[in-house]
């Protein structure tokens, strides 16, 4: 494919092979693999003819190349942020990871370094902040604003109007009712329907 976008992954557990997976799909060509868990690479990176380095993106200049933040968000833990602060202090770019199966309305904006997952439904005049994972399945409604750093699980259910500030994770599953409103730091559990503000 001609004007491929060459990227370096961030991480090679899990999150990464599933944005790899999506990724190889479409027109991006990725050079390295940065992972510190001790040489721990997902299966996909090899099956795809990736080349397998563990080069600090560093190395490049942040002209050279876009970074895809392959670290997964689970509860209480800093590493995907941390790997976002650390390399936009750098000045590096994020690209965003848009799955083709999912279906986002051309209302919608999206920040820098977004990753809407396959199957995932965003509506009509939606935001969502950078470094937000919208994972697989999950729906959000019209006129809804996501903030940054968040992780909308698979199958979440975010009814319109919905707010929800920086650094939030919502579990697989979940409900938000319309007009619901999240503060930074919200964590929803798997399953629990959200009817009111917390």
Request: proline residues 3%; charged residues 20%; glycine residues 8%.
């Amino acid at each position: 494919m001609s004007n491929q976008v060459e990227v370096i992954f961030i991480g090679a557990g899990g999150h990464a092979s599933v944005l790899c997976e999506i990724m190889s799909k479409q027109n991006y060509s990725i050079k390295a693999i940065f992972s510190k868990s001790d040489g721990k690479i997902a299966d996909i990176f090899k099956s795809l003819n990736v080349s397998i380095k563990t080069i600090d993106p560093v190395l490049f200049k942040p002209t050279t190349y876009k970074l895809v933040n392959g670290v997964g968000y689970m509860p209480y833990s800093t590493a995907r942020f941390d790997v976002w602060d650390l390399y936009k202090k750098l000045d590096y770019t994020f690209a965003s990871v848009v799955a083709s199966s999912s279906d986002i309305s051309i209302d919608a904006v999206l920040g820098e370094g977004v990753q809407i997952m396959k199957r995932a439904v965003i509506s009509v005049n939606v935001k969502i902040g950078a470094n937000t994972i919208v994972n697989t399945g999950a729906i959000i409604e019209h006129d809804s604003e996501i903030g940054s750093s968040c992780h909308i699980a698979p199958g979440a259910i975010l009814c319109g109007n919905v707010k929800i500030e920086d650094y939030c994770f919502i579990g697989a599953g979940a409900t938000i009712f319309q007009g619901v409103k999240l503060p930074k730091h919200t964590i929803v559990p798997a399953g629990a329907v959200i009817s009111k503000e917390q």
